[in-house]
């Protein structure tokens, strides 16, 4: 009761919906890049202005550096911040023409003998990294860098002299995985969706959605967690879900689940909202500051994910 003894009126404000929770952590938290590219996915904002902010990023060699993959620190060219660009590129439809074809020129320069990208350049030692980051004088050639990065292409019809020996380098790392954990599962789904030879992707595709299921890389009840062990190295409570595979309809992933376990997992991915609006990341946390930078990536994503499979968002 009020001090005139009328009982308070309801408040007549509705709930902020995810999306407007997710604005609003974006604006306290993101850098200029997540801000652009939150604008760009969901208020109407321009390419140019994503553009503009990824710029800052790249360096005269036309690599990617700069803390642009939080985990890795430093303003180096790097492969996997190059691989991170070219997915900003791709989600505003500008990857292509002279500006992807420098990057293939960054690429030959750190490829190895076989024509693949190492996960890290030994250029990075001397700069802060995540302790789970190992350099290496000579590192060996990997699908996790490798991989999404030739799929972006093919699916962007870039053609230059790098990808093919890449190429080929993804399809006999692919095709001879026995055992695996999900980020290179991740990196494999992203070259088989965009690789030109479609009969021999699906194919390659069906055998990794049955390891998938063999090996319980996937969380397929979000309520069990401990039924599905987590693959050595990750964080405890580094598990992947449905969601984290297959992140459209339109994936070469989705076929591996059932409408019964995607449902849950996108029931389970909605939930993860936190208090302050964004989505938390399950990888290890090292430093406060890659983990205030990735959560708004994360959070982007999220709400792309859910929005790809007609969940509401607002």
Not at 66 to 82: F, I, K, M, N, Y
Not at 89 to 104: A, K, N, P, T
Not at 126 to 135: L, M
Not at 221 to 245: I, K, L, N, Q, W
Request: net charge negative.
């Amino acid at each position: 009761m009020s001090e005139t003894g009328a009982s308070p009126l309801p408040s007549s404000s509705p709930e902020p919906n995810p999306l407007a929770r997710a604005e609003q952590f974006v604006w306290l938290t993101a850098r200029v890049l997540e801000q652009r590219r939150f604008a760009y996915h969901f208020l109407d904002g321009s390419a140019d202005a994503v553009e503009t902010a990824l710029a800052a990023y790249r360096n005269a060699d036309e690599g990617y550096g700069h803390a642009l993959e939080p985990d890795l620190r430093g303003p180096v060219s790097q492969p996997l911040h190059t691989g991170h660009a070219l997915r900003v590129l791709d989600s505003i439809g500008r990857c292509g023409g002279q500006r992807v074809e420098r990057v293939c020129r960054y690429l030959t320069s750190v490829s190895g003998p076989d024509g693949a990208l190492p996960a890290v350049h030994p250029s990075q030692r001397g700069y802060p990294v995540a302790p789970f980051v190992p350099i290496v004088d000579d590192p060996p050639s990997d699908l996790l860098a490798t991989g999404p990065v030739v799929g972006l292409l093919h699916r962007n019809q870039v053609w230059h002299a790098w990808l093919f020996r890449a190429t080929d380098f993804c399809w006999r790392a692919v095709e001879s995985l026995e055992k695996s954990h999900p980020y290179e599962i991740h990196a494999a789904v992203t070259f088989l969706e965009s690789v030109p030879d479609r009969p021999r992707a699906q194919a390659v595709a069906d055998r990794l959605g049955r390891l998938v299921r063999e090996h319980r890389l996937a969380t397929l009840d979000p309520e069990r967690p401990a039924e599905y062990p987590v693959s050595d190295g990750y964080a405890p409570g580094e598990h992947h879900y449905p969601h984290d595979f297959a992140r459209t309809p339109e994936s070469l992933a989705r076929a591996w689940f059932t409408d019964e376990e995607m449902g849950r997992s996108l029931d389970f991915l909605a939930s993860e909202q936190t208090a302050d609006g964004g989505w938390p990341i399950r990888w290890r946390q090292w430093a406060p500051s890659t983990a205030m930078e990735s959560c708004p990536i994360v959070t982007i994503e999220a709400l792309r994910t859910l929005r790809a499979y007609g969940r509401s968002i607002g």
